[in-house]
């Protein structure tokens, strides 16, 4: 099983601010990795895949970095509406997700 | 427009069998992808339970083999879950889901169903 690690699991900012969550797989698992945004109730959203490349429909101030073991979402400027859970995801081996990283108001 | 609905029976008993279908609109599963349920207990993270293509073939998640079986029905556009034996602990949001690709077993997904609840109780 390939675990993934995401740090920090809640984190307080403001609107505006440059957000970065980390995910760390167990193992290398290339560039098979994925991001998502979920809001409660809500099915997750993809963001991110192929640990770099942005989903269709979404803002450019998300983006993605890392390969192997060590993965970043970066926000560049917190909006609203950014206020949510984020999850990686790791499809190289079988799939599993991260623990989640909850981004709260400051 | 890819739409996909999750429906079921949202309690069962324990040791008894959860079931849960998920109807796709707007895409013939015939046409490929490997079709996807994932769960999520309540304030918990993402689980992936397992994947199937139009020819039936089915990937587990290990952790749930030996009580999942995942099946698919072209001639009515639909999958399905069947989970053995379940426990409280298998109370969770399930989704479907249709991963980016179109050919992968692993992938991102992109396309979500909106998730039904089910809760294991006596």
Redesign the interface.
């Known amino acids: 099983?390939i675990q993934m690690t995401q740090s920090p699991s809640t984190l307080s900012a403001s609107v505006g601010d440059r957000v970065t969550i980390t995910c760390r797989a167990s193992q290398r698992i290339s560039s098979?990795l994925?991001w998502?945004q979920q809001k409660p109730g809500?099915?997750?959203?993809?963001l991110i895949?192929?640990a770099s490349i942005l989903?269709s429909g979404v803002p450019s101030r998300f983006s993605g970095s890392g390969s192997g073991t060590e993965f970043t979402l970066t926000i560049s400027s917190l909006q609203p509406d950014d206020f949510a859970t984020y999850?990686c995801?790791q499809?190289?081996?079988?799939?599993?997700?991260?623990?989640?990283t909850k981004v709260e108001i400051k | 427009q890819l739409q996909l609905q999750e429906s079921g029976p949202g309690l069962v008993k324990p040791s008894e069998t959860l079931s849960l279908t998920c109807a796709v609109s707007g895409y013939s599963i015939s046409s490929g992808y490997y079709w996807v349920w994932i769960r999520q207990p309540p304030g918990k993270?993402?689980?992936?339970i397992g994947s199937v293509y139009r020819s039936g073939s089915a990937?587990y998640?290990?952790s749930l083999r030996s009580r999942l079986t995942i099946s698919v029905d072209t001639s009515n556009n639909q999958f399905s879950l069947k989970l053995s034996s379940v426990t409280a602990a298998d109370t969770a949001v399930y989704?479907c889901?249709r991963p980016?690709g179109p050919a992968?077993i692993?992938?991102?997904?992109?396309m979500?169903?909106?998730?039904t609840m089910v809760t294991v109780s006596s």
């Open positions: 099983d098979g994925a998502y809500k099915a997750p959203n993809l895949y192929k989903q999850y995801q499809y190289n081996s079988y799939s599993t997700f991260g623990q989640g | 993270g993402l689980e992936w990937y998640n290990p989704y889901a980016i992968a692993y992938d991102a997904f992109d979500w169903g909106q998730g």
